[in-house]
Antibody, heavy 118, light 108 residues
């Protein structure tokens, strides 16, 4: 069974940083691309970033490019999202998602809440 | 960026009724790279359909997808209580991939 467990969310001040983690199990992590998708409170879904199975290539939404960095450690079956220069607009639930052989977000974790506020 | 517009915003129906959800793209999605997701309250999204008409693993056959070009439809043939949720379409044809704003299917 595919399991994705996000962690690292919390309350951070504007301008601050946070690193999210996603621990994966139940599949061969190193064989699949991964994504982060976020959802602001009461809003829809926004794709944030994706990474290839070996760690490249990486892709970012314009809204986070230059501030967020996506990486993975295939030896630890873990995905990371380093978020810098956070603003209130980054407040959201951040979902980790596994891509399939078809490049869609096939499985999702339960999400971790990031709140940017002073 | 391809903008996806879903309609209606809210669909009020009774269990057993048919639901028809629309997703319109601002430009043609040429490779049938269109997916649908379901999100129940308090839960993560779940993949329903990909490649327009392919059901994801474990999705019942009351869900079907159709369309091409700029107009796509998700149909739920007979609503079950667990189908009342928010549905999002997503295009993965062009980068950046994008989602529609969602259609809420609520109990009438």
């Amino acid at each position: 069974e595919v399991q994705l467990l996000e962690s690292g969310g919390g309350l951070v001040q504007p301008g601050g940083s946070l690193r999210l983690s996603c621990a994966a199990s139940g599949f061969t992590f190193s064989s699949y691309a991964m994504s982060w998708v976020r959802q602001a409170p009461g809003k829809g879904l926004e794709w944030v970033s994706s990474i290839g199975d070996s760690g490249s290539p990486t892709y970012y939404a314009d809204s986070v490019r230059g501030r967020f960095t996506l990486s993975r450690d295939n030896s630890k079956n873990t995905l990371y999202l380093q978020m810098n220069s956070l603003s209130a607009e980054d407040t959201a639930i951040y979902y980790c998602a596994k891509r399939g052989t078809v490049p869609v977000e096939e499985y999702w974790g339960q999400g971790t809440l990031v709140t940017v506020s002073s | 960026e391809i903008v996806l517009t879903q309609s209606p915003g809210t669909l009020s129906l009774s269990p057993g009724e048919r639901a028809t959800l629309s997703c319109r793209a601002s430009q043609s999605i040429t490779s049938r790279y269109l997916a649908w997701y379901q999100q129940r309250p308090g839960q993560a999204p779940r993949l329903l359909m990909y490649g327009v008409f392919n059901r994801a693993t474990g999705i019942p056959d009351r869900f079907s997808g159709s369309g091409s070009g700029t107009d796509f439809t998700l149909t739920i043939s007979r609503l079950e209580p667990e189908d009342f949720a928010v549905y999002y379409c997503q295009q993965y044809d062009k980068s950046p991939r994008s989602f529609g704003q969602g259609t809420k299917v609520e109990i009438k």
